[in-house]
């Protein structure tokens, strides 16, 4: 099937079509990527039935293998498949600006957040990210790390992390993930294979293959001969846009290592920021539009969001691209599930000690901010929430709260 070939009604979609489906998905899509990817369902393949069941967990299935934000990859493919390379990028753009436009908003904001009411809503989006990164961690446990083996990767990935706090120790703890899923993770039973709703040449996913590894080995290259702020903003954000594997909280440790540890932005400024993320709907992803707009080195502002975003965005969908010509042939090899498999449980592992520091060490400051932080948990988990909710009534309680804690 061509790149502009369709399965439901035989007929390509106008660009423009394209555009205002993922639009609404775009302005509506609350949740984080799971919740993301139950909304295309729905409205792509339920609704307009532009691909079929089959086809679309497929698309889904090679999503969640790449590194990379899963949702925006799904919206892009879609896009490609209905409508074309222009499609592709419509798809990408409309559901991606308007919550980065919103976060662009936040950061210009920000510094309206000054008296005790405006630090009591900054430190409730910090606790919200304590909720919100906690329910994470849960949800990605029980599903990539049921069984004992796997368990032991994610505990591994705790242990690395701890023991090496730095970029490096995170990307340590997916390697050895991966090399621990090959030798743990052969038995795991293989899901059906489908078949994609288009193709990409072999030829033209080499070439993007080429360039994404050319741009993550170059580019720190290129920083330290030419050391310019917008080219360190922009190998910054491709970096950890390269080794998210696992959603898109998980982005959270990775960008922390980039921004805060450098000091490009504070501890503070930086959780408050992912908790306001939680309160918008498109992908988790944007939060880079926010750091890239309050980042110290300049360009900062609308150039250094536009940056940010470009940086984290281009590995997934370049990787995604690239891999598509290759995928039928990758997921049936037993290796490569197993690598995939232990990469998964790392994550777990390395989502679990962002949660801890700098999320929790961050923002649990007192018995009352522990208290709003678990009630926030238990709406997501129990009471299933939407995040939205959770983020006025955390930010709510804490407002309430600021007073009696001086």
């Known amino acids: 099937m061509s790149a502009t070939d369709t399965d439901g009604s035989g007929q390509a979609a106008a660009p423009g079509e394209v555009f205002r489906v993922f639009l609404k998905l775009g302005l509506t899509s609350f949740g984080g990527p799971i919740a993301h990817l139950g909304y295309f369902r729905d409205e792509l393949v339920l609704r307009r039935r532009w691909l079929d ?39 990408w753009a409309a559901f991606t600006l308007p919550s980065a436009l919103l976060l662009l908003a936040f950061a210009y904001g920000a510094d309206a957040f000054g008296g005790p009411a405006g630090q009591g809503v900054l430190h409730g989006l910090k606790l919200v990210a304590v909720a919100v990164v906690a329910h994470a961690v849960w949800g990605m446990a029980r599903g990539l790390a049921p069984d004992k083996e796997r368990a032991t990767i994610a505990l591994a990935g705790v242990l690395i992390v701890v023991l090496a706090p730095t970029a490096l120790g995170q990307i340590a703890a997916i390697v050895a993930g991966a090399l621990a899923g090959l030798g743990w993770c ?10 994609l709703p288009f193709h990409v040449s072999r030829r033209l996913g080499g070439v993007l293959l080429v360039l994404f590894a050319s741009l993550l080995l170059g580019l720190p290259a290129a920083v330290a001969l030419w050391p310019a702020p917008a080219l360190e903003l922009f190998e910054a954000f491709y970096r950890a846009g390269a ?3 696992g959603g898109g909280h998980v982005v959270l440790p990775l960008l922390e290592a980039r921004v805060v540890e450098p000091g490009w932005v504070s501890a503070d400024a930086f959780l408050a920021g992912y908790g306001a993320a939680q309160a918008i709907p498109g992908p988790l992803f944007t939060f ?6 309050i980042a110290a080195p300049e360009p900062n502002g609308v150039a250094g969001a536009a940056i940010a975003l470009a940086g984290i965005f ?20 037993s290796g490569a599930r197993a690598a995939m498999a232990g990469t998964n449980a790392a994550v777990v592992g390395v989502l679990g000690a962002a949660l801890y520091d700098p999320v929790w060490t961050s923002a ?12 926030g948990f238990v709406l997501l988990v129990v009471w299933k929430a939407p995040p939205w909710l959770v983020v006025a009534l955390t930010v709510a309680g804490a407002v309430a709260l600021a007073p009696l804690q001086g």
Do not use: I, K, N
Not at 67 to 86: E, K
Not at 186 to 195: F, I, M, N
Not at 315 to 331: H, K, Q
């Open 53 to 91: 069941e089959a086809a679309y967990a497929d698309l889904v299935a090679l999503c969640q293998f790449l590194p990379g934000p899963a949702s925006s990859q799904v919206g892009f493919a879609l896009g490609l498949s209905r409508g074309g390379w222009l499609g592709a990028l419509l798809a």
């Open 186 to 195: 052969r038995h795991l039973e293989a899901r059906p294979v489908g078949h």
């Open 243 to 245: 080794l998210v594997f």
């Open 288 to 293: 880079a539009a926010y750091l890239g707009a």
């Open 314 to 333: 281009l590995p997934g969908l370049l990787l995604l691209v690239a891999v598509l010509p290759f995928w039928d042939a990758l997921r049936r090899h």
């Open 364 to 375: 649990v400051r007192a018995p009352t901010d522990f208290a709003l932080a678990l009630a």
